[in-house]
């Protein structure tokens, strides 16, 4: 089919949320179960050292009782000093399960590559990314080592302790959080790369590798840009297995620019918050204009902020603030709290948050009003009238649309492209006995 098919469709659903979004209902939970792991791989960094990269993965799964999925800082138990409680914060849905055998019922599965933004991880956006899965995709997310929250919060512990209490996560030289872009940049494709050369050690027959696209948040959104278009400023190809790009609140225009924007011409779709002051929505629309393209669209979402499309924040912000409340010894937890309530130009808590993240499951406004003079109630919370989790749904339609589509996930039905959930009937997913016993693929176990 034709492109323009699948862009009126999709400027359809656009018209549903209102031209410039504001918010919708929430999008149904997919057709099929949802099985989570983590994989290490060690990918070298630009001056040589070893990076040991986690990457989380979301994929259709056998339907099994099986543990439901938690999400936590890699440093979660660490021991610190004997006066500091190790951190302990977590956050779950209830969406996905740990480490249940992938579905070849429906398969095998095209893939999103999704890249977090700067100083951010890929847990930070797992409700939205458990939620992609469960359309019929298998989502591979890495913690980008040395431009992570968590390097971050090691470079917090040490600078708190006054000596190097915790390592660097590549033994490499501190700080952990670094700030050199084109090394940044060059160690993110690279990740991106190694993915895609391992997708089939983790997932067999089950993965598409012919499929994938690439999607992101802030400095992820440049990390696609990059994968698509390569970078002459910083001295690497395009990736070309990757096939499509959905970004959302670009990177700030010194570093988008970084990236061969100008030569992509692979399907691309922008979205850009309308009350982002880190990067504002000219940015997204001069990458827009800039794109080769000819098969992109930019969506513009009212009222939300730089940080509205992380959407764990808010159950990181109720775990860690209860945490945090209940005592002084909890400084990892503490600074966690602080990182969501606290950002110049992300956004805060109190601008995306819903009343239920202040209050359930324990009421930490007393601590959130001490940090920020702020008292939340039920009628001024988000600030914004824009929570996280509406975005997240609305991002999961346009995910599914626009990869569905692209990726040819869901197959042209009398000559039109049908958006499941909305324009079809979802996909079933065909789990026989016979393939509950041959369903035994555990990415990263050991399998025949």
Known sequence: MDRKTFWFLSLFLISLMGSRVTAMAAVHHGSFAVGHSIQH??????????????????????????????????????????????????????????????????????????????????????????????????????????????????????????????????????????????????????????????????????????????????????????AAGGSTLWGFPPEPRVKAIMGMAIGIPAITFGANVSRITLPALLVAGLSDTNSPAVVSQAAYEALASKDKQIVLVSNAVHRSFDSTLCAQMQSSGSIAQATTRAIADTHTLRGVLFSPNGGTGVNFCGFDSFTQATDIRPIVTSMTGFNVTSSNVPTLGLTTAEVKDQMVELAVAFFGEVLNRFPPQNGLFMVPGRFATEPKPVVTQEALDKADLIPGAEND
Do not use: K
């Not at 070298?44 to 099994?64: I, K, M, N, Q």
């Open 41 to 226: 791989l060690n990918v070298p960094g630009t001056f040589g050292e070893s990076r040991p990269v986690t990457v989380h993965l979301w994929y259709p799964a056998v339907p099994r009782v099986a543990v439901n999925s938690s999400y936590t800082s890699r440093l979660n138990g660490v021991t610190l000093l004997p006066e500091w409680d190790p951190l302990s914060w977590q956050v779950s849905q209830g969406v996905a399960h740990e480490a249940v055998p992938a579905t070849m019922g429906g398969g095998p599965w095209a893939v999103i590559i999704f890249s977090h933004g700067n100083t951010n991880n890929a847990i930070d956006y797992a409700f939205m990314l458990e939620e992609l899965a469960s359309y019929g995709f298998i989502v591979a997310a890495p913690d980008h080592v040395g431009n992570t929250q968590d390097d971050v919060r090691i470079d917090f512990i040490n600078a708190q302790a006054q000596f190097q209490l915790l390592p660097c996560f590549d033994n490499f030289t501190a700080p952990c959080a670094r700030t050199n872009v084109p090394n940044s940049m060059i160690n993110r494709v690279h990740d991106v790369s190694a993915i895609i050369d391992a997708l089939t050690t983790w997932f067999g027959n089950r993965v598409d590798v012919s499929r994938i696209g690439m999607m992101g948040h802030s400095r992820g959104t440049v990390t696609a840009l990059s």
